[in-house]
């Protein structure tokens, strides 16, 4: 009896073998390791894919040894995507699982992030459209269905903590001075330059756009906040190439275009990107004039509207090339060209203490502005074979731009019976021309397995010239006059910084960064209407700390400091005359000194299966703030208030509704005090608010949508301005195997934009003065885009064989549940 007992379940065991064996399924199985030291990288997030998805079948988190495993696959194509705290995420692609080939193995080698720091960011499941860090908040751009056929301005409409104002500048809330840097280096050089590229550079060119709010000591000192645009270093192995076009209701329009080569040593790639914008926009401005005895002294209510067309190119070519595995060299060029014309009219009412009117104005003027940027971007990296962990690499930036302002001005005056009494005209012309020259030397080296050293050396040098030119015509006489407007401003700046950073990670999770960057800057101003101007170099020490701990492999904390500085620079020191609206006459003030800002941050952070949740606490003291202010009724200028403190409170998370529906969604209030010794400035406080709102995912029949909500109200040293909402809305579908794709989108569908301005003035006589300036902006529109992309021919033949192996167990793959290693 034993004996058969026995036999029984020697059958039974060689029957479930196999069974076992005539399954079609397949394991693949590897390990994660660091491409520097070769040092293995525990816990790292490890998903796979079927290749033509973004769902996850199932989830892994590395082992001590950094190993995953993923068994019982159905046979046909995936991909992994593996992604670690201080790390480029990397995607595999094109894993074959058949008869031949049932038992994959794979050494995945993941590049540590140089230019950002991730360490705290939380790392979810499948790569989300929104990482929520310490320090960083990242959108990746592939994740987004604007991700093709959009521009840079569009994607940053869609980043936490992000506010685009109308002309397409942005800026980080609670912060009072954002920089937007590329690629690690400043391009926001002049105002006209950074919108007119953000404009027209395609989203087909960036890989991430990172928010910053404590940057490390390799970065510029200049300002509190810093939002860097990564650009995409190179696309899948063989060619690929795509175009797109949208058009919209408002007559605006865009079209993108990328080509790509990349092989196992070298990347090439360009692209282009085209777009005709339409602005229109309404303002109507109201002020209470008050005398020293605060009662009311006069009236006046402008009603104004004005209309522009732009027409926008961007041309990029880079190239990124292992010459070795140890060696590294990548070089781009960008070219950028903008063309602008617009008409305004204004009529200007003024009433006297009893409201009876006094005097009108109206007013014409047509622009035309040209403006052209050339950038040359150069790196190179070197390994050391023998040391590893360590490296040197050295780059440079030129940048050159052009800008060309015309404008042709008339006014008409007339009394309070409508009879016509003086008439003007003016022609104004500014030609500008700015250069910059960034030199950087890095130094990174590993002391240990959890200890880095880097340092580093950075030389920018630039100038810039406005040469203004300004006529009058004499009515009387008839013939033209030169203006004393007629000026020119010339303003250098040189900056020579060296830095320090060291870097400890423990076994117990704690994360240690400090460094202290060393700027010396030199300053020479010229101008023909001002004599001695004080210009004296200065040099300053910039530290910066920060702590983090994860606990549980759940939770994390964070407390940082770090010490910023706002220069001023040619915009607000340049002291030529805009007067364009008599009642608001600007200038710059060339006396203005640096604001240096001392920030705190505290910082929690966890995440569970379906959600994100990031809170924070920022306190920032500022002294001798810049922000423009208004010295009398009808002048404004810039000026070095006596010092903001501001506390500011972010709420940040992400929930996933479903198995491919997630919300994310953040808050933020900030509560500013303003103090200054000018009797012209009370002191004042006020909370500003920034909300946003967005849901993306993937509907049946592979349409992917998207939504945005934007609230923000900002307070300001003289006033606020009130709240302000923007909305979007997005649906996209693939076809032909995700090579085709169109994609319906609307943008504030319910009403026009608005924004509300509220100014309380003391005046240099002793008055006052009550201003409410509504704006409203005609950006109600539909778009429709269509995009094709070119398939690589290899690996669509590739696709195309084992494409019915993949329809036969899709069925199965789908049935499988989502699982996570024991150790998560």
């Given at each position: ?14 029957s479930?073998l ?47 040894d ?23 995420a ?66 940053l ?13 942005p ?36 890989q ?23 650009l ?7 060619v ?37 914008n ?96 050339f950038t ?8 050391f ?8 690499s ?28 003086n ?8 030609d500008i ?10 130094y ?30 004499d009515?009387?006489?008839a ?12 303003y ?33 101003f ?51 005359i ?24 505290l910082?929690f ?18 002294d ?7 010295i ?23 929930y ?10 953040g ?5 500013r ?23 993306t ?38 076809f ?21 301005e ?29 995009g ?10 590739a696709k ?25």
């Amino acid at each position: 009896m034993r004996v058969c007992i026995i036999l029984f379940f020697i059958l039974l065991k060689t029957s479930i073998l196999v069974a076992q064996s005539n399954k079609e399924v397949g394991n693949i199985n590897g390990n994660v390791k660091d491409e520097t030291t070769g040092e293995s990288i525990d816990f790292a997030g490890v998903s796979v894919y079927k290749t033509d998805s973004e769902v996850a079948i199932k989830n892994f988190m590395t082992d001590l040894d950094g190993k995953f495993s993923f068994g019982e696959l159905p046979y046909g194509i995936y991909k992994l995507k593996i992604s670690f705290m201080g790390y480029q995420a990397k995607t595999i692609d094109e894993i074959v699982l058949n008869t031949d080939n049932n038992d994959v193995k794979i050494d995945v080698k993941l590049t540590p992030i140089t230019l950002t720091v991730l360490d705290e960011v939380v790392v979810t499941a499948s790569k989300p459209m929104i990482e929520f860090g310490a320090d960083t908040i990242t959108f990746n751009v592939d994740q987004s269905i604007y991700a093709q056929g959009a521009t840079a301005t569009d994607l940053l409409r869609s980043v936490p903590m992000v506010t685009v104002d109308p002309d397409g500048k942005p800026t980080i809330a609670g912060k009072v001075n954002t920089r937007v840097f590329i690629d690690g280096k400043p391009s926001d050089y002049t105002s006209e330059t950074l919108t007119d590229l953000l404009n027209v550079l395609p989203s087909e060119a960036i890989q991430k756009i990172e928010v910053i709010t404590n940057p490390e000591a390799r970065y510029s000192a200049d300002g509190d906040g810093i939002i860097n645009i990564v650009l995409k270093k190179g696309y899948t192995l063989g060619v690929t190439s795509g175009l797109a076009f949208t058009t919209t209701t408002q007559g605006t329009y865009n079209g993108t275009a990328y080509a790509a080569y990349s092989d196992k040593k070298l990347t090439v790639n360009g692209s282009y990107g085209f777009k005709h914008n339409r602005n229109i926009t309404d303002v109507d401005l109201n002020r209470i004039n008050y005398n020293a005895a605060s009662a009311v002294s006069s009236y006046m209510n402008q009603l104004s509207n004005s209309k522009s067309l732009t027409d926008g190119h961007n041309a990029r070519a880079s190239v990124n090339w292992d010459i070795t595995p140890l060696q590294n060299l990548r070089a781009s060029v960008n070219y950028n060209l903008s063309d602008l014309g617009g008409e305004s009219f204004m009529d200007d009412f003024r009433f006297n203490a009893a409201n009876s009117p006094t005097q009108t104005i109206n007013q014409d003027i047509y622009n035309a502005n040209k403006n052209n940027a050339f950038t040359v971007n150069a790196d190179y990296t070197l390994k050391f074979k023998r040391r590893k962990g360590e490296s040197i690499s050295a780059g440079f930036t030129y940048f050159d731009n052009g800008i060309f302002r015309d404008r042709d001005l008339s006014r008409l005056y007339y009394n309070k019976n409508g009879v016509k009494n003086n008439e003007n005209s003016q022609y104004r012309s500014n030609d500008i021309k700015t250069g910059r020259f960034n030199f950087n030397a890095d130094y990174v080296k590993n002391l240990s397995k959890f200890a880095t050293l880097s340092l580093g050396t950075q030389i920018t040098l630039g100038s810039n010239s406005n040469d203004q030119y300004v006529t009058g015509y004499d009515y009387v006489n008839a013939v033209d006059t030169i203006s004393r407007l007629t000026s020119k401003f010339d303003y250098d700046e040189n900056i020579y910084a060296f830095y320090a950073s060291y870097r400890l990670r423990t076994k117990s999770r704690w994360t240690f960064r400090g460094g202290v960057r060393s700027e010396f800057t030199d300053l020479n101003f010229y101008d023909t209407s001002i004599q001695g101007l004080d210009t004296r170099p200065y040099h300053n020490l910039f530290p910066n700390i920060s702590i983090n701990k994860t606990y549980k492999k759940k939770y994390n904390f964070g407390l940082s400091y770090s010490m910023r500085v706002t220069r001023p620079r040619e915009n607000a020191l340049n002291p030529l005359i805009d007067d364009t609206n008599q009642s608001n006459v600007s200038f710059g003030n060339p006396n203005l000194r640096p604001s240096y800002t001392n920030q705190f941050q505290l910082s929690f952070g966890t995440a569970g299966a379906k959600w994100s949740f990031t809170p924070r606490l920022n306190y920032t003291t500022t002294d001798k703030i810049i922000e423009r202010f208004r010295i009398s009724p009808d002048s404004i200028t810039y000026e070095n208030l006596g010092s903001n403190k501001a506390l500011t409170f972010s709420l940040f998370g992400n929930y996933r509704l479903a198995k491919s529906i997630t919300l994310t969604g953040g808050y933020t209030v900030s509560y500013r005090a303003y103090e200054s010794k000018s009797a012209l400035q009370r002191p004042t406080q006020g909370y500003s608010h920034r909300g946003n709102m967005s849901i993306t995912g993937q509907l049946p029949h592979s349409i992917m949508l998207e939504g945005q909500l934007n609230y923000y109200s900002n307070a300001l040293a003289q006033g606020k301005n009130s709240s302000s909402v923007t909305t979007s809305f997005g649906l996209r579908k693939t076809f032909l195997k995700n090579r085709l794709n169109a994609r319906v989108a609307a943008f504030d569908p319910f009403k026009n934009r608005n924004l509300n301005e509220i100014v309380d003035v003391l005046t240099n006589t002793g008055g006052s003065y009550h201003q409410e300036r509504n704006v409203l902006y005609n950006s109600t529109n539909y778009s429709f885009t269509i995009g094709y992309r070119f398939m690589n021919t290899k690996k669509q033949k590739a696709k195309e064989d084992v494409g019915k192996v993949l329809e036969s167990q899709q069925e199965g793959a789908e049935k499988l549940p989502s699982t996570k290693s024991k150790k998560k």
